[in-house]
């Protein structure tokens, strides 16, 4: 699984999530980070929603391992990314910024179960 966090530099919200997706110790996954200020339309789409967070269908090539982390996306990266990988995401409710580790881990089993 992976989770896509629409970021931006200095958002304390930001920063708390990451934080503490990366606590999360019960759940294997790659989180990507993508900082909105390397592309207009991230960040016109979210400029005023950050933390963003995504469930991407889409795997790589190393899908039965657990990445704690994924580097962030710049522009040149991602910006060849296909319609179906976009179409493969799926928003996640924003959780509560006083939200802890199990709470948010609660949270995201329950939207893999589904």
């Known amino acids: 699984m992976r989770l896509i966090l629409y970021s931006k530099p200095g958002c304390h919200l930001c920063e708390g999530l990451q934080e503490k997706l990366e606590q ?5 996954f790659e989180l990507e980070i993508r900082d909105i200020t390397t592309r ?17 269908n889409h795997r790589g ?7 704690r982390g994924f580097p962030p996306v ?14 493969s995401e ?11 580790v ?6 995201l089993r ?3 179960a589904n």
Do not use: H
């Open 102 to 107: 199990q709470q948010l881990e609660q949270m």
């Open 24 to 28: 999360i110790q019960n759940l294997c």
């Open 40 to 56: 207009k339309d991230w960040f016109a789409a979210y400029e005023y929603e950050v933390p963003v967070l995504f469930l991407s």
């Open 61 to 67: 090539a190393e899908e039965d391992t657990c990445v």
């Open 110 to 112: 329950k939207y893999l």
């Open 74 to 87: 710049e522009q040149s990266v991602r910006g060849t990314e296909t319609e179906e990988e976009e179409g």
């Open 90 to 100: 799926k928003l996640l409710p924003r959780p509560s910024p006083r939200a802890n």
